[in-house]
């Protein structure tokens, strides 16, 4: 039975967990390229998913995770790409292009989700801190820092919204302040520093795998028309 190290988001321990069920679906599209045949395509692209649910054997409660590959993504060893996103309970995907700091205060938040909501909103900031640690963001506070990620456009200006409300929250939670962050709250924080952490490291990756492949398209293309 295939088992797995996963932290649990829902009592928060790293454990070992074993799949109790497992579903895949594989769908195939055609591309067609009629300048040179009209009664095959030029080559079959494949997506892949597979959902993996793993049983938790402290709080024995579930974690479903979604495992996500395209055949015309690889790494220069020639393995597809995998993208593995935690479908249940929500939360962040396994971002593959975050750099360890960043990683490993994300993750810290996550564990604590349903423990202490201040914490995890603490901890959430301190993703931030570090993310602009690592892109070189200058300024005295996070909101500045965040600001000079906005001017050289590493951030959108609608990010400005987002940044204000993960400030005010961060700052509520670090001084004490009699405020119930209830569990809406909280995951609400969360979506909101995938948001950023997906602009800032997922999205670049994957246009630049985009572009990748329709470069690979129109060599295939253009040596099929010479």
């Known amino acids: 039975m295939k088992e797995k190290v996963i932290t649990c988001l829902h009592c928060g321990n790293k454990t070992s967990m074993k799949v109790v069920a497992s579903h895949d679906l594989v769908e195939h599209e055609e591309i067609w390229d009629h300048s040179v045949n009209h009664y095959q395509p030029a080559y079959i692209t494949s997506f892949f998913k597979q959902w993996d649910m793993y049983l938790c054997p402290v709080c024995t409660e579930i974690t479903v995770q979604r495992i996500t590959s395209f055949s015309e993504e690889t790494e220069p060893n020639g393995k597809p790409i995998k993208y593995i996103d935690l479908i249940f309970p929500s939360g962040s995907s396994e971002n593959k292009h975050l750099p360890p700091p960043v990683r490993?205060?994300?993750?810290?938040?996550?564990?604590?989700?349903?423990?202490?909501?201040?914490?995890?909103?603490?901890?959430?900031?301190?993703?931030?801190?570090?993310?602009?640690?690592?892109?070189?963001?200058?300024?005295?506070?996070?909101?500045?820092?965040?600001?000079?990620?906005?001017?050289?456009?590493?951030?959108?200006?609608?990010?400005?919204?987002?940044?204000?409300?993960?400030?005010?929250?961060?700052?509520?939670?670090?001084?004490?302040?009699?405020?119930?962050?209830?569990?809406?709250?909280?995951?609400?924080?969360?979506?909101?520093?995938?948001?950023?952490?997906?602009?800032?490291?997922?999205?670049?990756?994957?246009i630049e795998q985009a572009q990748l492949r329709l470069n690979k398209e129109t060599i295939s293309q253009e040596k099929s028309e010479g």
């Open 104 to 206: 490993d205060a994300f993750e810290a938040a996550l564990k604590v989700r349903n423990l202490d909501g201040a914490v995890c909103i603490m901890a959430l900031r301190r993703t931030l801190e570090k993310m602009c640690k690592h892109k070189n963001a200058k300024g005295k506070d996070l909101f500045t820092k965040l600001k000079d990620l906005q001017s050289e456009n590493i951030l959108p200006p609608i990010m400005e919204g987002i940044s204000y409300i993960l400030r005010k929250e961060g700052n509520s939670a670090a001084h004490a302040d009699d405020t119930e962050f209830s569990s809406e709250t909280v995951k609400l924080m969360i979506e909101f520093t995938e948001v950023i952490l997906d602009y800032v490291y997922s999205l670049p990756e994957k």
